[in-house]
């Protein structure tokens, strides 16, 4: 069976939980209207990245982390403001009654790689980095720290979150650490050892060799083979080889209990049906859970999505309510008007926008707000959102307000086309000063420079055909 990464974070919390007196699962929870599991008390496991702070959402519930035991990378004991927008963390701890708050024991997070970008290339219209030797997809959810999409480019320093399938990763988070590698800094990479030589000391992990002559290997009493789940660290890369100055081996062992009430975010592999498959390394049955966003027929290989359920007697995860997570295909750019703050919606070029309780929230304006939340969203601020237009409305997987003239941007599918206009979202595009005359009704289509010349019409000095 294809092994995740996220393994890792179970095992690692299963120690701390039963340290700080969290206990085994004992059921009782069910699924609250909102999304989040309905809690009574009882031990919770959610897993999925942080969306927003105040103190921590995760997978649209707001987890209290002040008595939390807090892990970045196996060191415990770190203060809350150590986590980021997009890091997957492991949350252990309860969930009230309205399925929107809870208290936190533990978090936990431990990055997927760290070094730098070797390639770029284009798959289904997405970025997809490869750094010591993993792919990373980089999707309109993915947070960006200290680097833009543009620069996401071959010879950058990286660090990388995300969910993983195989040897590759879709990435939630991605941060730009330093213009260039130089030995001596730190390397890090997880994944399965392939292609061991233990008389060459060398392993590879997806694509990337390693030498792991000289490395120590811990824990000493564990057995280094094909198929390790391992964490490897070194300071020396020269392209072709990650001289490895320690390697980790990492337990495969979930550490879930029956009754246990787990929420799991992730990327299906191992398909069979709809009652047999994994995400992030917990096997689910799905056949009896409800579905949103999709259906069952939905279910394959490579699919994101987000699980809800109880760990039965053979370790198994019962889904209940099964929701598929689609890459965002509209964005909006724009000055804000309209602010809801009861509904949660605001205005942007005419077109309703709603946000819930995964959304994520990214203050990259003036203030960089860490608790950045819809509140504190102004009339005129200038929004950036991705996400999913439907019945006139956008719902937003990503909120970012960004610093001012921004520039105005609509992406969005085409669904009416005129001589010298174009409809998207209902929001109509001149085409006056840009050569339209290829795009059709259906197209996915970004346009940008966009000026108000009527009541509800926008034109456009650049418009670019999406794959």
């Known amino acids: 069976m294809m092994i995740f990464r996220q393994l890792i974070l179970f095992a690692c ?12 699962g004992s059921g009782g929870g069910s699924v609250a209207s909102n999304g989040g599991i309905e809690g009574t008390g009882a031990p919770v496991a959610s897993m999925g990245s942080v969306t927003a702070f105040g103190s ?9 982390t002040n008595s939390a035991n807090i892990t970045i990378d196996n060191t415990s004991s770190q203060p809350e403001d150590s986590l980021s927008l997009g890091m997957v963390v492991l949350v252990k701890g309860t969930v009230n009654r309205n399925g929107k708050t809870g208290d936190a024991n533990s978090v936990v997070f431990d990055q997927n790689l760290e070094g730098p970008i070797s390639s770029t290339n284009t798959v289904d219209g997405l970025l997809v980095l490869t750094a010591l030797g993993i792919e990373v997809t980089v ?16 010879g950058i320093v990286i660090s990388v979150s995300g969910f993983t399938a195989g040897d590759s990763i879709i990435a939630t988070r991605i941060e730009k650490l330093a213009d260039s590698h130089t030995n001596g800094d730190k390397l890090e990479v997880e994944g399965i050892v392939g292609n061991i030589d233990t008389l060459l000391k060398e392993f590879t992990i997806g694509t990337q060799n390693v030498d792991y002559d000289g490395a120590v290997v811990v824990p000493a009493s564990a057995t280094l083979e094909n198929g390790s789940l391992v964490e490897v660290k070194g ?3 020269n392209g072709a080889t990650l001289v490895a100055t320690q390697v980790r081996i990492k337990s495969k062992d979930a550490g879930f209990e029956n009754g246990d009430n787990v929420e799991i975010e992730g990327v299906i592999t191992d398909f069979n049906s709809s009652a047999d498959f994994t995400v992030s390394g917990v096997i689910v049955n799905a056949s009896d859970a409800d579905f949103s966003n999709g259906s069952e027929s939905d279910l394959a290989n490579g699919i994101r999505l987000e699980i809800e359920g109880e760990i039965d007697t053979d370790g198994v995860l019962q889904a209940s309510k099964v929701t598929i997570k689609s890459n965002p295909k509209n ?21 309703t926008v709603e946000t819930n309780s995964t959304t994520i929230f990214q203050d990259t304006g003036t203030g960089r707000l860490r608790f950045f939340t819809f509140e504190d969203i102004e009339e ?25 003239s921004s520039g105005v941007l609509v992406k969005g599918t085409v669904t009416a086309k005129t001589a010298d206009t174009l409809t998207v ?28 010349i009527g009541a509800d019409t ?9 794959d």
């Open 56 to 64: 921590v959402f995760v997978n649209g519930v707001e987890y209290d």
């Open 380 to 404: 005129g601020d200038w929004i950036d959102v991705q996400g999913n237009f439907q019945g006139g409305t956008v719902s937003v997987s990503r909120l970012t307000r960004r610093q001012s």
């Open 139 to 154: 999707t309109d959810d993915t947070v960006l720290e200290n680097v833009d999409y543009d620069g996401l480019t071959a």
């Open 458 to 466: 926008l034109r456009a000095d650049s418009i670019s055909v999406e």
């Open 425 to 452: 979202m209902g929001i109509t595009i001149d085409t006056t000063d840009v050569d339209a005359s290829s795009i059709v009704v259906g197209d996915l289509i970004v346009a940008e420079g966009l000026t108000v």
């Open 235 to 237: 300071t020396e890369f």
């Open 13 to 24: 919390v299963l120690g701390i939980v039963l340290s700080s007196g969290c206990g085994g």
């Open 331 to 351: 964005k909006l750019r724009a000055e804000a008007s309209n602010i809801n703050t009861t509904a949660h919606t605001l205005t942007l070029l005419g077109v």
